[in-house]
């Protein structure tokens, strides 16, 4: 195995005007921005804490013209980050500061729609939600829903292998997509995947998913579409302590039961939205679980009872199930808008995003309380439950530069507890530039030496997003805090479970 | 990318007493098979048509051995053939002249199940039934069951990513397997996948599922374990013509409903088992579709009734629901043993295994109908229909050389019409040494340049069931059908559909 993670192989002074000399008759001017007033707007993604303004943005009509901007980008040595409605949360669209924006959302059409295959082959930019708008007349729909998905686009969702509240029963967008075409970074048309249910030779399909722009770029994916359920309720339940909320998503699962959802918020997380949404939620609760349950009439019933006699031996305090559509969404909403509800009480937050096994749902929160005495700020906790990805909001004020940086090392502390007891410092976000530190902490130097491998596989000249989630040796070095393999403690500087 | 496909990198004439001398004090001696007599039985797996005997058999008992045979094997530039339980069709572990066989079957321990997470942790060798069998008593089981399950393991699953009867509802292995442990050819061990529902940085362990023996060993496995269904029951329907048993596959699907499997046998299969195995099946039926459902007992009442609903819709001639857990396994036993009945009534058969989209059933059952006349040959038809998953079984005589020779030729354009309709050359068996000119068929130039790119970021060396699997340029040239991409017609000498 080779002994150098990747390493930049671009200039430092990138020939643009020769690239734009290149791309001249083949792309229409008004796809590619360069004043200062027109990149500025795809200076960050989501994650706004990091900015870099891009020195040129590419915005492709079609593939010819995508094919041809990654061809002269290649051959000038300019690296690429691909973009697509900029809504991620770790800075996986952030600008290369020698590289050009690879902007795909005018490659949005909706190209076929099948409902015999339950299946839609869709071009990148393409929203999220405009995919099941497009198929409701089936009585079908896509079912990764992230929470962003009026905006956010299946090429951004593709990248980051995309979660949402519905991923627990229904998977992640690695388990939606059939197909993809994808274009190298030597232009060459590759498909990946099939409508078969398994493809032969390698599975690249799945590793391309969430590979977060570094290998390729999509033209054009086949989605899975699933019937749209008849009918949908959502069961709330108080409990006295995180503990008895833990062991309540613990025995759902346990008893056989995938929720369509199933979502829990701590005590601060409901005190934080109930007077921004007035969904009703109990604030003599120290944590609440919504559960949902999706099918036929009779199915939903069934399965609420079941969910509600696991959840009153679990020692739930009060139970409700929502008796109409408008309740189901009213008790959704004060979930989804937990973000903006931070908005309100605190001049700044900062969205984690780690998984952990549900086993220790409990005592993670319990640290989490810990820590917030530690580095002196406070924190919200609201999570997809079921999946064990937790979602914690650290409050913070960026006017006081030390609560800035006491709040990036609560974070990081926060995502290293969950690689400690098991989990992994993303569930749905990506790593991007956010957490590229955090993947020292999560995989051993011949994993990374893999990623890396497997990267140079389908970009040997280093070119695409560079310098984005796989860590160079030189980083982890300088974070201090390289994984030892093979049974070793992991971090030396955290206690351990 | 690189122009060439991998090419082998070892010697003619390796130095097997170099290596034994090597692992001398490291490995026990009855681990280490040289002799014929010990040899033989390793000469071929499950695809008896191809055989080698191998010059060395080694059985490490543990991590530690194993990565001293691995690492021994990489210095003297030794290939390595793994071996599970044998019971693979593609010839994926058929041993390599020059190679060892590394055979995995003494790591054979369930390491632990822990029903809070409703996973176990288990080692390579471990069977496949094993493990339903240890989890019973926590009401839960492993949900990928090949036919082969009694005997084959769960590193040979992993390695060919196993389906089954019930992969339809519950995933192929890929969907089935948490983590896995590996040690690449460098004798380095990579966690790949973690317990949490997604894994940051590269999904390499889908890539890794699937891969047949060509990127490293898996020495442990975490598997997902599930909730044995409280009941289960099976519709049979007979149908007038395939076609109509086609439409009743796809009107149950478009339904969404999900059963938990979806069978198809054509006339001729159903009069070879039905005089074996007494099944009670129609011999008037053109096509009969096994449906089963599994869940509580409402549940599965419910929705058998919406299966027969679908079925008498689509023009079931004949109706009949299993009343009893005996008779649902007599329903299952005919399907089950449709290879032995095949063995009964011809002197050989040769098992294919593709795949199709669904909506293409009839027209591919017909054309192989015809491929009949044209190769000479009788074919029997038993599928996975709710995956599209085809086993036309063909049926020749060894001793007539001219029948193999048709067999073969059948198989091959049985296969290249699954992907000319958009579908593949395997669904569950692997590609192996037995559809390596398939490949050819199903993958582009630059495809297949991208295997050969990533096999090379595990193994570049060459070692790892070389000759296997990603078929060299030469035998794609040799072989005459190499893939045009691009939308070009890719089959010039079959028709288009």
């Known amino acids: 195995m080779t002994d150098t993670l990747i390493s930049p192989a671009y200039q430092q002074t990138p020939d643009f005007p020769g690239l734009l000399a290149r791309l001249a008759g083949k792309l229409p001017q008004h796809c590619i921005l360069s004043r200062v007033e027109d990149t500025r707007a795809y200076e960050c993604d989501g994650l ?16 010819a013209q995508l ?34 924006i690879l902007g795909l959302s005018k490659l949005n059409r909706i190209l076929s729609i099948d409902p015999a295959s339950a299946s839609a082959v869709v071009q990148p930019g ?15 729909y896509y079912a990764p829903d992230p929470s962003s998905q009026i905006a956010c686009t299946i090429g951004g969702n593709i990248a980051e292998n995309s979660g949402g509240v519905h991923c627990l029963k229904y998977g992640l967008t690695v388990h ?20 078969a249910p398994d493809s032969p030779g390698l599975e690249l399909l799945a590793a391309f998913i969430g590979s977060e722009g570094m290998l390729g770029f999509v033209t054009e994916a086949t989605v899975r579409l699933i019937p749209k359920p008849a009918c949908a309720r959502v069961v709330m339940a108080s409990f006295a302590s995180v503990e008895s909320a833990g062991h309540a998503v613990a025995n759902v699962i346990g008893a056989g039961i995938i929720p369509a959802g199933l979502e829990m918020m701590d005590k601060r997380a409901v005190h934080m939205v109930e007077p921004f949404v007035n969904a009703g939620y109990d604030l003599e609760a120290n944590a ?22 696991v959840f009153r031996e679990a020692g739930a305090t009060r139970l409700q199930v929502s008796s109409s559509e408008q309740e189901r969404l009213t008790f959704w909403a004060g979930r989804k808008n937990a973000f903006p509800a931070a908005g309100r009480i605190s ?32 924190c919200a906790n609201v999570f997809h439950a079921g999946d064990g990805n937790l979602h914690p909001l650290i409050m913070f004020d960026s006017n006081k530069p030390d609560e800035v940086e ?7 502390a926060i995502l290293e507890l969950c ?20 993947m020292c902490v999560q995989f051993t130097r011949p994993e990374l030496d893999f990623f890396s491998a497997f990267k140079r596989a389908f970009d040997p000249y280093s070119l695409l997003n560079p310098e984005k989630v796989v860590p160079t040796l030189a980083r982890c070095a300088e974070y201090g805090k390289m994984h030892v393999h093979g049974g070793e403690l992991r971090f030396p500087d955290l206690p351990r479970f």
């Open 347 to 378: 001049p700044d937050y900062y969205c984690m995003d780690g998984t952990i096994p549900r086993r220790h749902l409990a005592r993670v929160l319990n640290a989490i309380e810990e820590m917030e005495d530690e580095y002196g700020l406070r």
């Open 288 to 309: 609440l679980l919504l559960c949902e349950s999706d099918g036929t009439e009779e199915e939903v019933e069934h399965e609420i009872q079941r969910m509600e006699a």
């Open 126 to 140: 393409v929203r999220n939600l405009a995919i099941s708008e497009a198929a409701a007349p089936f009585g079908l």
């Open 176 to 195: 939606n997509i059939l197909r993809a075409r994808v274009i190298t970074i030597d232009g060459e048309v590759l498909e990946l995947g099939s409508e």
């Open 67 to 100: 094919i041809a901007v990654v061809t002269a980008c290649k051959v000038l040595n300019i690296p690429i980050v691909a973009r697509g409605a900029g809504t991620g949360l770790s800075g996986g669209a952030m600008p290369h500061a020698q590289g050009i």
């Open 48 to 63: 706004s804490l990091y900015r870099t303004l891009p020195p040129v943005v590419i915005l492709p009509e079609n593939e």
């Open 406 to 412: 006491r709040a990036e090392k609560f974070g990081a």
């Open 419 to 438: 690689v400690q007891v098991g989990g992994t410092i993303t569930g749905e976000h990506g790593v991007g530039i956010e957490k590229i530190n955090q």
